[in-house]
């Protein structure tokens, strides 16, 4: 009678505190799905020299997996960033506003691919997914979650901690994904950003709980990523590579560990 | 910020701005956009939650006094925004999804509708006062219900949907309707939410099953955090966010089943319980 169990532990219950069972077995809505985040400051604003080489891996690879497109805002979504911050507005607002931008990137993919099948889709069209796939289609959302006005405060600052990666992780943990692929313009993780710094390492694979304890001034994901990767009951991995090396988004689709994997220790 | 020239020294096109080409991950970056003061965008409304198990599921005799009350203290020229809980049809959803197997986002899909249904509830009854059923594309039209002497009512639940963040604990999605009136009354800069229950405030444990739990009329946040009760009245993701928050001075938890108390706590009295954020 485990089912009354649960019925009767949430009848009572305040449901303001968390409620536990051991018999709650989550489906994996499509853990065929491959969730990618297509970068923005690392590739959408590049322009056509990094976006193109990419979409053309993408139109192949469509033909072998469920393709979802999540992209990222970049220098536009900064360029808020500083007005918002300069004006003093709250986080939730930045939320929203940053959100505009990876809509528009979204948006530009969608154009791009159209004619291998790519539609953008908002968050409403997610129960869709299995027309679209069915259709062969490359649905194309925006990266960011749709937490806007509802984002919670962020401490020693303004930004929104929940943004195009978490939205990226947290769409692959919706659908019941292993794992989430970051088309970013660096090999994966380094102990610093190595745009700045000549002297550090590449870190291939850690634990989401290393990372954390290694409390690293800098990282190639949103922190928030690895709280919520901590918690996932599906997601325990996410894979960042490189998409200005053509080869790699191949090779990591098709199960290579390249550049970094990050997973649930 | 004034020169609006492209750069693109390093292969992507930036926009000059002191986040240009920064990680927004790293701390120092995120710290350049922090600031003593922050704008309050709606600062002199009341945010007003109306609770859903507590006062909607005991039908007429607890939900009609109270929307006379809401009716005659919207004469006071008080703004406020109103919400209501989903109350024992949301647990009942809960408890069907999690024993189908539907994973976490799928269940926040799910919930947020029970709240809508009791708002829709609540406009009927107030709708010859002027109130409006405030769906979330319309946020920014508040200004303009406020303006025109409306009430509105707005849907409580966060849109977090497929993408609820997993739980610190346990199975269930924890950002509920407490959560989502907290968060936008604090984006919106109010100082103050009043819920809206079926006890006198917070106490201890929960009064209805612990007989001996003590009535607390005033406790600051981090003293309520330091011995957080093992169930508590609110969402417990609504202190947990009210810590980092900037606007948001008071909340106040009164009962609407005794007449009068709603109002005055509108009015600012010290009924019900009283949580306040430790003054700076």
């Known amino acids: 009678m485990s089912r009354l169990k649960i019925s009767n532990v949430l009848g009572e219950s305040s449901l303001t505190g968390p409620v536990f069972s051991d018999d709650y077995k ?3 809505l499509m853990p065929s799905t491959k969730v990618l985040k297509i970068g923005g400051q690392s590739i959408m604003d590049r322009g056509k020299a990094a976006v193109f080489p990419i979409l053309k891996d993408i139109v192949v690879l469509k033909e072998k997996h469920n393709l979802l497109l999540g992209c990222g805002g970049g220098t536009r ?5 500083t007005i918002a911050s300069d004006l003093e507005l709250p986080t939730g607002i930045l939320a929203h506003l940053g959100g505009y931008v990876p809509r528009q990137n979204a948006r530009m993919l969608q154009m791009l691919l159209a004619d291998h099948g790519g539609i953008f889709i908002l968050y409403d069209d997610f129960e869709k997914l299995p027309l679209y796939f069915k259709l062969g289609c490359i649905p194309i959302m925006t990266g960011m979650p749709p937490f806007g006005y509802w984002e919670k405060p962020t401490e020693n600052g303004r930004i929104p901690q929940n943004r195009t990666d978490a939205g990226v992780f947290l769409t692959a943990e919706a659908l019941g994904c292993k794992r989430a692929y970051f088309v970013k313009d660096e090999n994966g993780l380094y102990t610093d950003d190595p745009k700045k710094n000549k002297n550090t390492k590449h870190i291939p694979r850690i634990s ?11 990282l190639i994901v949103e922190r928030v990523v690895l709280d919520h990767m901590v918690r996932a009951k599906f997601c325990h991995e996410i894979q960042i590579i490189n998409g200005l090396d053509p080869l790699m988004l191949t090779r990591a689709l098709d199960g290579e560990d390249v550049g970094t994997i990050i997973y649930k220790g | 910020m004034s020169e609006n020239k492209f750069e693109t020294d390093d292969g992507r096109t930036h926009i000059k701005s002191y986040l240009m080409k920064e990680s927004l991950v790293n701390r120092q970056t995120i710290a350049k956009t922090a600031s003593q003061d922050e704008f309050a965008i709606l600062p002199h ?5 109306v609770g859903g198990q507590s006062i909607f599921d005991r039908g007429k005799s607890a939900i009609q006094p109270l929307v006379d009350e809401i009716a005659k203290a919207k004469q006071s020229q008080i703004p406020m925004v109103v919400g209501v809980g989903g109350g024992t049809r949301t647990r009942h959803t809960v408890s069907i999804a999690l024993d189908l197997g539907i994973p976490l986002g799928g269940v926040a899909q799910l919930v947020g509708a029970m709240e809508e249904a009791n708002a829709v509830f609540l406009n009927a009854l107030l709708a010859k006062h002027g109130s409006i059923v405030m769906q979330r594309e319309h946020f920014w039209e508040l200004p303009l219900y406020l303006k025109g002497g409306m009430l509105p009512i707005i849907i409580s639940v966060p849109p977090f949907h497929f993408w609820e963040p997993p739980p610190e604990e346990g199975i269930v999605p924890s950002h509920g309707s407490d959560f989502g009136l907290f968060a936008h009354a604090e ?13 006198d405030g917070l106490y201890t444990a929960d009064p209805k099953k612990h007989s001996n739990a003590e009535f607390i009329p005033h406790i600051y946040l981090d003293e309520l955090l330091d011995q957080f009760p ?3 009245i609110l969402d417990h ?5 009210w810590k980092t928050s900037r606007h ?6 009164v009962n609407g089943l005794k007449p009068g108390m709603f109002t005055a706590a509108l009015q600012g009295e010290p009924v019900g319980t009283i949580i306040e954020r430790r003054p700076a």
């Open chain 2, 248 to 253: 948001v001075e008071q909340v106040q938890i």
């Open chain 2, 45 to 49: 409304v009341v945010m007003v939650s």
């Open chain 1, 208 to 218: 989401a709980q290393e990372l954390i304890q290694m409390d690293l001034p800098d």
């Open chain 2, 237 to 241: 993701q609504l202190f947990h966010t």
């Open chain 1, 77 to 81: 979504a900064r360029h808020i960033y």
């Open chain 1, 26 to 28: 989550p489906l994996a």
């Open chain 2, 230 to 232: 093992e169930e508590c």
């Open chain 2, 187 to 199: 984006v919106l800069g109010m100082k103050k939410v009043i819920f809206i229950k079926d006890e």
